[in-house]
């Protein structure tokens, strides 16, 4: 059995969480690499060297990225491409992978709009030397865009021919997996905006619930390999940017 | 042989420029629907409608959208990763295309980061409105994000175990082509910062202009389906945005 290497920041959920979910509620074998002991080639820095190995022909942009073999992928949808049929998250069929995917993609929009709530001006610098934009973009991030988002995967729910207990067909695939996430992290950072858009959107609650009672994704998520949301993070509960 | 629906705004270059590019380098059959005349079943209204299509099972979030037969795809990246094999562009094998789906997904990341450049605080407001955030972010993207993504792309190329002529193996690939309009479009909304950043990125100089003189590339550069950068697109020419 394979066992994956998963490189991401110790301290966050981020974006490796999409990853952590699949591979978790597969049973998957993996390593969290940066999260286990420096003395057992764990640490941030096994993460930051592996980042920078010059021998690599296929160097990640950022983290995460997934070791597998001889494979080398970042991007999480790209990770979550590579792992989906691997670990039977991603449908069955060439159609099924590619919506899969394409769901994955939003969620990966609506969470980098959610990074910017609290970084609208720029990455590398403090959520206080910025805070009068987030103030801003939060608004529209919370009047229109999650309305938007958690509307459309109400509307993806509704339409699929297998019913609405899923995204793609009638299993699970790594989509309602992120969408499970991305629902978390909202109701996380911004609470109250997050329970009025999903007031229309009963399916998606339904989703992110039954989600989060499987077997191996509460097991996971009580366990201390869940790592708690928190201010360095992407879903951050500024209470001043919540309305 | 197919005839691909593309289905995109008609007026801007934007995210389904990265569909055209590989379907016109390609030689693909296809329509680039909203483009047409009303009277032939054009025009944007087609694409309005289509995109609200009650009985599509697969509803594309926004444009730009694929329909190939029974399939209809949106999400920029997720429409590559449908023609990539079908056009002969996405490399050789599993792992050249999922490195190729690797390398569109930064770019698409450097591409929604410009836009943002002039819309940090809200997509459905006007530049002129959210003016004074919009320096102090575009700040940002010419000192830190365009040499960042530039300057990985270099590297990219220069790993490259077959040569530093294309992004993925010794063959064209989408990520090539998204890699040339990438540059085209920072070249056009930040000459400065990205002439600046392309000082250090020989080998990104280099592909863009190779790209940009094969045959069929050229052909449709300089042909009328080719539209002008504007003010409406992702990359827009705002001089005091520039230094």
Redesign the interface.
Known sequence: MTTYQLHYWPTIQGRGEFVRLALETAGADYVDVARQPPAEGGGEAALVDRLAD?R????P?APPFLVDG??V???T??IL??LGPRLGLAGSGE?DA??T??LQ??VA?AV?EAH?THH??????YYED?RE?AL??S??FRD?RIPKFLG?FE??LR???AGDAHLVGATLTYADLSLFQLVAGLRHAFPKATARALADAPAVVRLHANVARRQRVHDYLHSPRRLPFNQEGIFRHYPELDA
């Open positions: 010059a690599n022909p296929h160097p942009f001889d494979v992928v970042g991007q949808a790209a491409l590579h159609a590619l919506w995917h394409q993609l939003t929009d980098a910017d609208p001006i720029a990455v590398e610098r910025q934009a801003q973009r608004r529209s229109a459309w509307d993806v339409r699929n021919p």
